[in-house]
């Protein structure tokens, strides 16, 4: 079973995702949160495999600083991010703090429980309608820092940016890079490079250990910052 946190700050939101994804025989949503203090302080207590978290909260941390703070547990969910404007900077942000994707809020209910099967798998979640928007804008900003969380806000070091580490790339490593930027599967990976599935996560998740990266989705836009795609 995948297990699923909601964090939102609107009742009336949860309930609707909650029975969308208990219909489903494979998820359980195992706890909602209206806030993302309290989001984190359950996430530390209950194994969580996926944390849907609203990007715009009132009042508290906001999805970014969420994200920040459930990516930075010992045992850390992965994050889909929820928005309701398609044209909406902040996703951008959260991405770059550690959300593995983002939906928006009028997603199909097909297509949410996708989204959580999709992620639960470390595969990137980016709403069809949004993501080459936001891949756009993440190629013409200027290079992030690695962020860090210091109370509930994400801020970023002060080092250099990750795209600096390109440089060190082997051959392979920067086809890998090339591959998840033109986002294929693992099975897809394996095909072109000739090895198993298996074997391209593994690459993957060396890869990304090796950029100090925390997911997929940020792997490739750091390939299409470095015009590797």
Same mark, same amino acid.
């Given at each position: 079973?995948?297990?699923?946190?909601?964090?939102? #700050?609107?009742?009336?939101?949860? %309930?609707?995702?909650?029975? $969308?994804?208990?219909?489903?025989?494979?998820?359980?949503?195992?706890?909602?949160?209206? #806030?993302?203090?309290?989001?984190?302080?359950?996430?530390?207590?209950?194994?969580? #495999?996926? %944390?849907?978290?609203?990007?715009?909260?009132?009042?508290?941390?906001?999805?970014?600083?969420?994200?920040?703070?459930?990516?930075?547990?010992?045992?850390?969910?992965? $994050?889909?991010?929820?928005?309701?404007?398609?044209?909406?900077?902040?996703?951008?942000?959260?991405? +770059?703090?550690?959300?593995?994707?983002?939906?928006?809020?009028?997603?199909?209910?097909?297509?949410?429980?996708?989204?959580?099967?999709?992620?639960?798998?470390?595969?990137?979640?980016?709403?069809?309608?949004? %993501?080459?928007?936001?891949?756009?804008?993440?190629?013409?900003?200027?290079?992030?820092?690695?962020?860090? $969380?210091?109370?509930?806000?994400?801020?970023?070091?002060?080092?250099?940016?990750?795209?600096?580490?390109?440089?060190?790339?082997?051959?392979?490593?920067?086809?890998?890079?090339?591959?998840?930027? +033109?986002?294929?599967?693992?099975?897809?990976?394996?095909?072109?490079?000739?090895?198993?599935?298996?074997? %391209?996560?593994?690459?993957?998740?060396?890869?990304?250990?090796?950029?100090?990266?925390?997911?997929?989705?940020?792997?490739?836009?750091?390939?299409?910052?470095?015009?590797?795609?």
């Amino acid at each position: 079973m995948i297990r699923v946190l909601l964090v939102d #700050d609107d009742a009336d939101v949860r %309930a609707s995702i909650r029975l $969308v994804l208990e219909s489903e025989p494979d998820i359980v949503v195992v706890a909602e949160c209206p #806030d993302g203090e309290r989001g984190a302080a359950v996430a530390r207590r209950l194994r969580v #495999d996926v %944390a849907l978290v609203d990007l715009r909260m009132p009042g508290g941390p906001d999805g970014i600083a969420t994200t920040g703070l459930l990516r930075a547990l010992e045992v850390p969910p992965r $994050v889909v991010v929820l928005t309701a404007f398609e044209h909406d900077d902040a996703v951008l942000r959260a991405l +770059e703090v550690g959300a593995s994707g983002f939906l928006l809020k009028g997603a199909r209910p097909h297509e949410l429980a996708a989204a959580v099967r999709d992620v639960a798998a470390d595969r990137c979640v980016l709403a069809p309608a949004v %993501a080459s928007a936001v891949v756009a804008r993440a190629v013409t900003r200027p290079t992030p820092t690695r962020p860090t $969380v210091v109370g509930t806000t994400a801020v970023a070091d002060a080092g250099p940016g990750v795209d600096d580490d390109l440089a060190d790339l082997t051959p392979r490593e920067r086809e890998l890079a090339v591959a998840v930027g +033109e986002g294929l599967t693992n099975a897809q990976i394996a095909a072109r490079l000739g090895v198993t599935p298996a074997s %391209a996560k593994t690459y993957v998740s060396r890869l990304l250990d090796k950029l100090g990266l925390q997911n997929r989705t940020q792997l490739a836009i750091t390939a299409h910052r470095a015009g590797l795609v």
